[in-house]
Structure formats: C-alpha cells, structure tokens
C-alpha cells in the first residue's frame, strides 16, 4: 500500500557495476523511493560490493543493504569457483561458464522478500538481453514468469497487489544504457563490471564483461572511465 505524501518504495539490486547502478537512477528518476540491495552469493569479484557501497549512496539510496547467500559452495560457474577459468579474449558461443546457476532468480526472489517487508509493490534489475552473455535468467521471458509467480507466491500479491518486475535496460544496448546513465548523471567511475577485478576495482580488459563495456562506451561516444589493471608481462 502506498503510503499517504510519500513517494512510492522500490527495491533495486544493486550488483556495483555499470547496468545496476543506470537501473538505480531511472528508478529515482521515476520518482521511487529506493532501497538497494546487493547480494554477495560467494562471487570471486568482490570488489562489485564494494562498489555497490559507493554507488547507493551517490546515487541516493533511502537504504542499502547486503544479503547474504552461498551459491559459491555449489560451484558450476567461474565467477564462484576459483577452479574455473574466466575466459578470456574471445566470444562465448552457447551459455558460458560464468552463468551463476539461479543467480537471479535466488536475488530476485530475496528482493521480493524485502520489498513485501517493506511495502514495496516495485523491483528493479538491471539484465539486459541485447549485450548481454546468453544468460537464461537475463530474458524477458523470464522476467515476466517471475512477475507472476511473484504475484501467486506472496501475501501481498493474494491480497491483490500489483506486484512489478522492471528491467529498464532489457531492450537497450549497451551503448544506450551508457548514453541513459551518464543523462541521469551516473558516475561510471564508481562502478566495477569486470568479471575478475582486483581488490582496488580495477578491470582486467579481457573477459567478456570488460569487453562489452569497453565496446558500449566506445559506441556511446563517452569516455570509458574505467580503471584497468596493469597488463601483464
């Protein structure tokens, strides 16, 4: 229920890096108030959650909180088991090995959790399915079977409450996601995309993540502020 003279309430996951921080401004600019939400599920590329830190609170989060799950102790995706290598310097073909099984049904789900606590009938997520690796979890399609099993599967949803699942970017390139944020004045300076980052954030240039963000601000037209690791000799 919304509350009266105040502006509605919605949950954000807030990953750190370049789609979930767009995703976070186009919901303040759509006059939500917003609740970030990280979730560290045992990712090697920690540094993302320390970037989420940063980008909540430039970007006006009313709350940001981190949950915790352990998808790393399953293993079966490169960005949780350090037995896995993240590729590099080449195209994935097929789903890659750095799809996290569940991933974003476990976090939306844990969001679902938080914004029903909260009275919150709105959740945003940044996938996208244009540049994007192949995820499964990253299509509309799923997107929209979320909705309605969130719809099913919660108090508020049998109650009749229109609960929404928004993924702004889900049509954009990544180009256009840039070109969005930097008109909402994100800072891509605060965020960490690549899939292997260093403690202090910075990118390493090679894996598939790097090289789509390299490539979208590129196409933007919009200086990459991304920090970039030494290369190695």
Not at 72 to 87: H, R
Not at 162 to 171: G, S, V
Not at 204 to 232: H, I, K, M, N, W
Request: glycine share 10%.
């Amino acid at each position: 229920m919304t509350r009266l003279n105040t502006p509605p309430r919605a949950v954000v996951l807030l990953s750190g890096g370049l789609d979930s921080a767009t995703c976070l401004a186009i919901a303040r600019d759509m006059g939500f108030e917003t609740y970030a939400l990280s979730v560290a599920y045992g990712q090697r590329h920690a540094a993302e959650l320390a970037a989420s830190k940063r980008v909540a609170q430039v970007l006006g989060a009313r709350e940001h909180r981190t949950a915790s799950v352990e998808l790393g102790q399953f293993g079966g995706s490169a960005l949780t088991d350090p037995g896995i290598a993240v590729p590099l310097d080449q195209d994935n073909a097929g789903i890659p090995v750095t799809y996290v099984p569940a991933r974003n049904t476990v976090m939306l789900s844990i969001a679902l959790a938080w914004a029903e606590v909260l009275g919150a009938n709105d959740i945003f997520v940044g996938v996208n399915a244009v540049d994007y690796s192949g995820y499964p979890d990253c299509r509309p399609a799923f997107i929209e079977a979320f909705e309605r099993m969130a719809r099913l599967a919660t108090k508020v949803g049998v109650e009749g409450a229109q609960l929404r699942i928004h993924a702004p970017l889900i049509e954009l390139s990544k180009a256009d996601i840039i070109r969005r944020g930097v008109a909402l004045g994100v800072d891509y300076g605060l965020t960490v995309t690549c899939y292997q980052a260093d403690d202090d954030g910075r990118a390493c240039g090679r894996c598939e993540a790097c090289r789509l963000r390299a490539a979208g601000f590129a196409a933007a037209g919009v200086a990459d502020p991304t920090p970039y690791q030494a290369p190695s000799t």
